[in-house]
């Protein structure tokens, strides 16, 4: 991302009472956002995110009367990262998310659903990663590597990661790919496929969704835009909008 990109992009920090507002206004902001969308393009690209507050914001979209007035055929569904495990595997985001989210939107055609390869046996991890960068670029235009996502939610650890982007680890290095198949992850299990900086920093609006007093370290140095390398948060930058979506907890303001 260039030093113009950077300064085009705003940046909006929210602070919300708990985990549970957070994830209902989340949702909300999210529905609001596809209405939006809509009203102006087809069809809109989101990425959504694992985590505990990340799930609850997918069962707060699912339990929206709201939600019935998106169209969801002309809604395309991607994740952030994956955990290379077995199809079915409950570590698998997209088992979470169907769950909590899919399972309860049944106009959504299943093509518009792009998951990550599961692990199989003589399918490694980098040919997992390759396979969904060859399914993001169907919907990227000319000369891009991935789709410019109208929202990618983005979850983050106490560590300041991000999608399956630890410090310090070499995934954070990757170039030329909207992939990268990551091996000896610090956070179990050690396998996993992620969207790299090109393909998060290529989204229109990056949202950011943090809960906990253990990630207000994170917050922190993400805001202050601490080195890349020891906060890839920091990095998670969209090309009009990047959203911090907090609570009291993580943003360190809680009484």
Do not use: C
């Not at 507002?21 to 939006?36: F, Y």
Request: charged content about 15%; aromatic content about 4%.
């Amino acid at each position: 991302m260039t030093a113009s990109q950077r300064i085009a992009s705003q940046r909006l920090v929210v602070v919300h009472p708990d985990a549970q507002v957070l994830a209902a206004a989340a949702a909300a902001r999210l529905i609001t956002k596809l209405l939006d969308l809509q009203s102006q393009q087809s069809p809109s690209h989101i990425v959504l995110t694992g985590g505990t507050v990340g799930i609850a914001t997918l069962a707060q979209v699912a339990a929206s009367p709201l939600k019935d007035a998106v169209d969801w055929t002309e809604v395309h569904v991607w994740w952030g990262d994956e955990r290379y495990v077995p199809a079915g595997d409950k570590d698998r985001n997209e088992v979470q998310a169907q769950e909590a989210l899919l399972d309860h939107l049944p106009l959504l055609p299943q093509e518009n659903i792009h998951r990550v390869l599961p692990a199989v046996d003589g399918v490694s991890v980098e040919q997992a990663a390759q396979a969904y960068a060859e399914e993001l670029a169907k919907f990227a235009a000319p000369g891009a590597a991935a789709p410019a996502f109208d929202v990618l939610m983005l979850g983050m650890g106490p560590d300041a990661h991000v999608a399956s982007l630890f410090p310090g680890h070499p995934g954070l290095n990757v170039s030329g790919s909207a992939t990268a198949g990551i091996e000896n992850s610090p956070k179990p299990p050690p396998l996993r496929v992620s969207l790299t900086f090109e393909a998060i920093q290529g989204a229109k609006e990056v949202w950011i969704i943090a809960s906990g007093a253990e990630k207000a370290p994170a917050v922190a140095a993400g805001l202050v835009g601490a080195p890349v390398v020891e906060a890839p948060v920091a990095g998670a930058v969209g090309t009009q909008r990047t959203l911090w979506l907090i609570d009291t907890t993580s943003a360190g303001t809680e009484d």
